[in-house]
């Protein structure tokens, strides 16, 4: 194989608990989904051993990344480090024909708490898995490259627990319909859990019952569900964004169509459920109306 196109698709939290801490880092109890909304990726093999990465805007507007930032970077190394040239190599050569091309079309917006950084390396390692034709399983190096990536390899409705390692996946008949409404201005994820441990000097909050929240998904009990969307970053992004707080009261305007709200990931998104995607496609034109600066969209999960 010279070639791989592929989807890889953006999350939602149903909700973000902190439990604590663990070696520096941040333990969560989160139940996650993934949404209709992707980005494209295009991962070609190369002669030599070059890695070439491009992002481009739905527009075709060309987008520079940091290297140090690169997530796609980041996935593509730790993958050749294990399987091209490390313990478990599976090219003939150790040194030649490991380079690529990897294209990534944007869909997903940047800093929104939808995991669009992670999604873009979730996507990149499932299609070099592909590509160089790796049996082995890949959450390991998933995991050293971001805590939302091994999730994202498989997405769909999970419980995630630990640094992210940790993934219970969640049977459900209930598909949720709504949109995400991003204000001007992201978050940086590093930041709000700084912020949150100023708020809470303990580094823990659940505000979800996430027992409950899973054993009404898997009865199929949609309304019950909605009980427990929540998030427990929100007051610390609020503070590094604001506009969080103006979306929240927004959607807070609209009981009769929002069945519920919440911040997702570390924001600045936030996500409205409604009662069908028709609905979600004529709340999208009313929030417009309301602020012409959001970016909104309507979405379905997986």
């Known amino acids: 194989m010279k070639k791989i196109k592929l989807n890889s698709y953006a999350k939602i939290n149903l909700s973000l608990n902190i439990t604590g801490t663990l070696d520096n880092l941040h333990t969560l109890d989160m139940v996650l989904a993934t949404v209709d909304l992707c980005d494209t990726i295009v991962i070609k093999r190369r002669k ?4 070439n990465i491009r992002y481009v805007t739905q527009k075709n507007k060309e987008l520079q990344i940091d290297k140090e930032l690169d997530t796609s ?26 380079g690529v091309d990897i294209f990534v079309k944007k869909r997903i917006p940047f800093s929104a708490g939808l995991g669009g950084s992670s999604v873009d390396a979730a996507g990149v390692l499932v299609g070099l898995k592909k590509l160089f034709n790796v049996e082995s399983d890949i959450s390991s190096i998933a995991l050293s490259v971001g805590s939302d990536v091994p999730y994202l390899l498989g997405g769909g409705f999970a419980r995630v627990t630990g640094v992210g390692e940790k993934i219970e996946k969640i049977s459900t008949p209930i598909t949720f319909f709504g949109v995400i409404c991003k204000p001007e201005g992201g978050v940086n994820s590093t930041k709000a859990y700084q912020e949150f441990d100023k708020i809470f000097l303990e580094k823990q909050f659940s505000p979800s019952d996430n027992d409950a929240l899973v054993a009404h998904l898997e009865k199929g009990d949609l309304q019950r569900s909605f009980a427990d969307v929540d998030n427990a970053l929100t007051t610390a992004s609020i503070k590094l964004n604001p506009s969080i707080k103006k979306v929240l009261g927004l959607l807070a305007e609209f009981p009769e169509v929002v069945r519920a709200y919440s911040m997702t990931g570390s924001g600045s998104g936030c996500v409205a459920f409604l009662s069908s995607y028709k609905e979600a496609l004529k709340f999208k034109k009313i929030l417009k109306a309301k602020d012409s600066s959001l970016e909104i969209i309507p979405f379905k999960t997986q």
Not at 48 to 51: L, Q, R
Not at 79 to 93: R, S
């Open 48 to 51: 030599d051993n070059a890695v």
């Open 73 to 98: 970077l980041k996935a593509y190394n730790a993958f050749k480090d294990k399987f091209l040239i490390g313990e478990e190599c599976v090219t003939e050569n150790l040194v030649q024909n490991i």
